[in-house]
């Protein structure tokens, strides 16, 4: 017995490879979804099934030739990778398809090897945040996250600008590819298996992989700011990554809340701030790094935590004597989740020292920053303020 794991393109026949077809005559049981089924009724026992599981105890049970018909391309967000695992032991061998992401740009007449690619098809994707920082993004779409629901997402950023192509049933019939803005996709209705190509002419960059944007970059005013070479240490032992929702409490000018917007672009960054001048200046410096992921949340803290989506990183700027109850919601919230707090004041060490403690991965580090400064012909040592970073986890699952 032998078993074909067959990549039909989109479904229809004429998309597939000769050895595709070849395989299917070949076999009298087919397996697989019911609209990749319909081309073969005649001549084979058509068996509509679409979980790994299901597919596989199906296999099991025949005797002869079998072959499973895979939407798109076998490596391509393919059920064959689960197949792959459950028919370990049995004479398999596998075909790819055409891949919706081939097709598509085959259509759009435009190249693929450049492009950002991600699944929102049936699952939360911040497929929005992978636009922002990519000049090309090709997105599966369905299920939870739509096409318009992503047209109206970039729309939300301040991307609306950004050319989408929207692509639905590839390859039959009744075709339909749209282009256009971001805004204008955003009033129409798409099919729930729908493919998606954004191109962002003005992507998000960090200038850099690490942290540390000089000073000069962020207006400051007469508002605290996180220096350099201070925020470059406490976001490290943040430890972001691109998906993380962080929350920078007592934000300032928001230079933190910027360097880890720029970290985190499939995420979701909240900087907290009480002060409305401060607040004012984090909107004008969100706008010139174009951190659309960015969003100021204006209010004291604990109290403007309370609608946040739960963090997975937490940054303390200033905590006004609320660090106990901030750390209690954080934890409340997510019990992994990962903090880091940077205190100047002796008041405020000895407070971080004592809640900090008895948290997973406990770290507590001081530094101390000397620049120069230029009098005349000389440079003379210009000692920062000491600044202590504590750092640690819930003990939670993973974060």
Known sequence: MKVYLIGVGMGNPDTLTLGARRAIEAC????????????????????????????????????GNVAVLLSGDTGFYSGAKKLWKLLEGRQVETIPGISSLSYFCARLRTSWQDARVVSAHGRSHNAAGEIQCHEKTFALTGGATKAEDICKELVRRGLGEVRVSVGERLSYPDERIVTGTAAALAEETFADLSVLLAENPRPVLRPWNSPGLPDGVFQRGAVPMTKEEVRALA????????????????????????????????GQVFAIEKNPEAAALLEENRARLGASNLTVVSGAAPEALAGLPAPDRVFLGGTSG????????????????????TAVTLETVGEAARLFAPLAEADMAQLAVTRTRQAGRYRLMDAQNPVWIFSGEGKGHDA
Not at 256 to 264: F, G, K, N, P
Not at 322 to 341: G, H, Q, W, Y
């Open 235 to 266: 976001v490290c032992k943040l430890r972001l990554q691109r998906h993380h929702v962080v929350w920078d409490v007592g934000a300032g000018t928001g230079s933190v809340a910027l360097e880890c917007a720029l970290s985190c672009p499939a």
């Open 28 to 63: 009298p049981v087919l397996i697989g979804a019911p609209r990749l089924l319909e081309p073969w009724g005649e001549g084979h026992t058509c068996v509509p099934l679409v979980a790994a599981a299901d597919i596989a105890r199906r296999v099991e049970a025949e005797e």
């Open 322 to 341: 609320s660090m106990d109850e901030i750390l209690t919601m954080i934890f409340d919230k997510n019990p992994a989740a990962r903090v880091v707090c």
